[in-house]
């Protein structure tokens, strides 16, 4: 048998023609294939440098000094009126005597003597005390009621008018009879936190729980999900953002709340310390005082915003969590 006869055809023209052009065509889909090696990672710093946003970082320390210097230069107690571009010669504001007056400068000579100020941390212990008890447990209340009523419909039918009524009762009236109930140590002042931060909580979940798409009920209900499971993953995730909505401002409300309290009777807390020194015109201690008691807001504010980023971390929003923008 001769050798040519056993070798095998060769390719036809047409034959060659494609295999050559799948070849092309699967180097040209290969090239034009995402290549992820290519993606350059943006540095860290030019991610932080973007993200703190410099041109409005130094309009916000240009406007504080300014008002800084206003206030140090005592020419926001000279008085005035809005209405002197008019003509009007009628002082709305009128000019602050120098008794009255505090500047920044005295509030800050304050906040460096009180370190070693035993009976100051003694009040802020208390305040503290007060406002984290009124704060925890009326939140509870609050989350715990709201969500029943707004599962159960008929429930939430019945208890309308009374909570509506509680809620309309102004929270100041309720202070002096508190004390009555009470007396002039902490637990008049949680009580009185204590219901202020229930409404606040209360409201917002309820009307989220009710709000709840009835959709996603369907769909996990035709998935085979218990009650319990759907109430964790559909209701839960569907009110988180209005629970911690309401906590940021409960958590400032209890604050201001416990303080009340404390001007009207209190044995001691920052309230009572800043009335004090209030009636005896130190009006720069007053001034640090007050700052202590809105720095202590901000840190609880701190704290609810670093929870809500760990609990709606699958939320796509830049202002998820942020006490202060920045």
Not at 10 to 37: A, H, K, V
Not at 78 to 101: A, C, M, N, R, T
Not at 249 to 270: H, N, T
């Amino acid at each position: 048998m001769k050798s040519s006869d056993t070798a095998s055809p060769e390719p036809s023209n047409d034959e060659t023609d494609n295999s050559q052009i799948y070849s092309s065509q699967s180097e040209g889909s290969e090239s034009e294939r995402f290549d992820m090696s290519k993606i350059i990672e943006t540095p860290r710093w030019k991610r932080i440098l973007k993200a703190v946003d410099l041109p409005i970082q130094f309009v916000r320390i240009g406007l504080f000094v300014l008002i800084i210097w206003a206030w140090e230069s005592r020419w926001i107690f000279k008085g005035g009126s809005p209405f002197s571009f008019l003509g009007w010669d009628y002082q709305v504001f009128p000019e602050i005597i120098p008794l009255f007056q505090g500047v920044p400068s005295e509030a800050w000579d304050f906040l460096l003597d009180i370190w070693d100020d035993s009976l100051f941390w003694g009040d802020f212990w208390v305040t503290l005390q007060e406002a984290i008890y009124g704060f925890v447990i009326g939140s509870t209340l609050g989350f715990t009621v709201g969500l029943l009523l707004g599962s159960f419909r008929r429930a939430a039918k019945v208890m309308s008018p009374f909570l509506i009524f509680a809620n309309a009762v102004p929270k100041i009236a309720l202070a002096p009879i508190l004390i009555l109930w009470y007396g002039v140590d902490i637990a008049s002042k949680v009580a009185l936190a204590t219901i202020i931060v229930f409404f606040i909580v209360q409201i917002p979940v309820q009307a989220a729980v009710a709000g709840v798409d009835p959709d996603l009920d369907v769909v996990a209900t035709s998935m085979g999900a218990t009650q319990f499971q759907k109430f964790r993953f559909v209701v839960i995730p569907g009110i988180l953002g209005p629970l911690f909505g309401s906590l940021r401002l409960s958590s400032i409300y209890s604050i201001l709340a416990v303080v009340l309290g404390e001007f009207i009777v209190s044995k001691r807390g920052l309230g009572q310390r800043l009335l004090y020194e209030t009636n005896n015109f130190g009006m720069g201690k007053a001034i640090g005082l007050i700052t202590i008691l809105a720095g202590l807001a901000l840190v609880f504010n701190a704290i609810i915003g670093m929870m809500e980023r760990r609990f709606l971390r699958w939320q796509d929003t830049e202002a998820r969590g942020k006490v202060v923008s920045l």
